[in-house]
């Protein structure tokens, strides 16, 4: 996995962005979540957690049995 931050001289914001391998995608759907402490990127107390499913409501399911609380879109 790449996981990088850089300027976006186009919008003037920052982008964050992360490029995921075929394993990568291949363990997501297996249901292995990827965890990114975004210090990493020099953001302090931030994490992101990347994850698949089969459906929307599958992962909002998956998440609320974690524990989380989920809004999701």
Known sequence: MIKFKADNTKTGKTLIGFGLSRMNCERLLADQPIHIDLAELGI??????IF?????EAMAAQLRKAGLVVTWK
Do not use: F, K, L, P
């Not at 302090?44 to 957690?49: K, L, N, P, S």
């Not at 698949?52 to 929307?56: L, V």
């Open 44 to 49: 302090a107390g931030y994490e992101v957690m």
């Open 52 to 56: 698949g499913g089969e459906t929307e």
